[in-house]
């Protein structure tokens, strides 16, 4: 038998040797429980089927624990993120009591997986990189009043033609419109540090960036219908969702993606006072 023949080789007793190229094959399965996670999401957020999405949380995590432990872990942390979203109300509601609520259930959901992150498992893959040191280029500079444009076209159109606007409370008095105001900004930074600066991060630890992305932004705009966005919403954030992942994984800057989506919340906060008010503020165009 010849050094280069393979066809005859004799099978090894060394136990070891039938796990060649096992890793890899497992690697390459692990998209199979980040999609099943990614699935379960949506699940409980866009169709609020409580059971079916935690039964499906759970097959994701047994099958994640079957393939890497790494995996499981970093799953398992993105699960504490959407176990205690899904455990209260997601509304637009402002009162003082929603807001609480629902405040805490956020920060418990970033917070605990960058404190296991941080200072349990100390891999440091949950970063929050708010001054990176780099100046943002001229393409991303001018990215920026673009989205106020985008904003302006797309938003009173959408929310008001479509009805939409009604999920959200009329508010006319000046503690509403703080509440209001507040509260939009708020999401929108929570936004960027659940599903991209922990979900993203995770998941882009053992898929292919394309991937990672694709799943975050099912999460992403999931969550944006429980709250609210209904009719065609996910036509736009499904790709606005993708996009703010890509120019995280280019600037590696959360304060740009976060000037970028509160942006958009500003022209979303003065859309929905003005269709609630339609004499206040009549500059947009439906």
């Known amino acids: 038998m010849q050094a280069g023949d393979k066809s005859m080789r004799v099978p090894s007793s ?4 039938g796990q060649v190229g096992t890793a890899p094959v497992r690697a390459r399965l692990a998209v199979v429980p980040a999609a099943m996670l990614s699935a379960a999401g949506f699940l409980l957020f866009a169709r609020e089927d409580r059971l079916s999405g935690f039964l499906l949380l759970a097959a994701a995590l047994a ?4 393939l890497s432990r790494k995996l499981l872990i970093d799953l398992a942390l993105i699960t504490v993120g959407l176990t205690a979203m899904s455990l209260v109300p997601i509304t637009t509601d402002i009162s003082t009591e929603h807001m609480a609520i629902m405040g805490t259930a956020m920060v418990v959901a970033v917070g605990i997986p960058y404190a296991i ?19 943002w280029t001229r393409a991303e500079k001018w990215y920026l009043p673009a989205v106020l444009v985008i904003g302006y076209a797309l938003m009173p159109v959408y929310m008001i033609r479509t009805g939409v606007y009604e999920n959200w409370p009329a508010v006319s008095d000046a503690d509403g419109i703080a509440r209001l105001f507040l509260g939009t900004n708020v ?40 709250l609210g966005f209904h009719a065609w919403a996910p036509f736009f954030i499904f790709p606005f969702a993708l ?7 280019v600037t590696k800057s959360l304060s740009y993606i976060v000037s970028v989506h509160l942006l958009f919340d500003f022209v979303l906060f003065l859309v929905l006072i003005h269709a609630h008010n339609r004499e206040w503020i009549n500059i947009f165009l439906y």
């Not at 099958?63 to 079957?66: D, E, M, V, W, Y």
């Not at 992150?117 to 100046?135: E, L, M, N």
């Not at 996009?243 to 994984?249: C, I, N």
Request: hydrophobic share 50%.
């Open 117 to 135: 992150s941080r200072f349990i498992t100390k891999d440091h893959s949950i970063r929050f990189p708010i001054r990176t040191g780099q100046p």
């Open 243 to 249: 996009l703010q992942a890509r120019l995280f994984t």
């Open 187 to 226: 999401l929108g930074i929570w936004d960027e540090l659940f599903f991209i600066c922990t979900t993203f991060a995770l998941l882009r630890r053992h898929l292919p960036d394309w991937q990672a992305n694709l799943l975050q932004a099912v999460l992403f705009t999931s969550f944006l219908w429980e």
């Open 63 to 66: 099958l994640a624990g079957f």
């Open 14 to 17: 060394d136990p070891a040797a």
